[in-house]
């Protein structure tokens, strides 16, 4: 099984990424979201994963930044 993890800030932006997108991904895939507004300390996560915007999804080591909601800086303020 194909582990992912979604990351996202609770913005209409990564609400309506994660609506559109996770419906369109394998019943394979298991998928983490996280919202770092409420899991702040995954931040650090989502930093070692190469994420440097949200919306954003992580596959098997591979990045894929889905329009820009807000950058990683933004949310540690």
């Known amino acids: 099984m194909t582990k992912a993890v979604f990351y996202h800030a609770g913005c209409p932006v990564c ?5 559109q997108l996770l ?3 394998s ?7 996280v919202h770092l507004g409420e899991k702040p300390a995954r931040i650090a996560e989502a930093e070692k994963a190469g994420v440097q915007s949200v919306p954003a999804l992580v596959v098997d ?17």
């Open 15 to 19: 609400v309506s990424a994660e609506q």
């Open 23 to 25: 419906g369109l991904l």
């Open 61 to 77: 080591g591979q990045v894929l930044h889905i329009n820009y909601g807000a950058a990683l800086a933004d949310l540690k303020a």
């Open 27 to 33: 019943q394979d895939v298991q998928v983490d979201v």
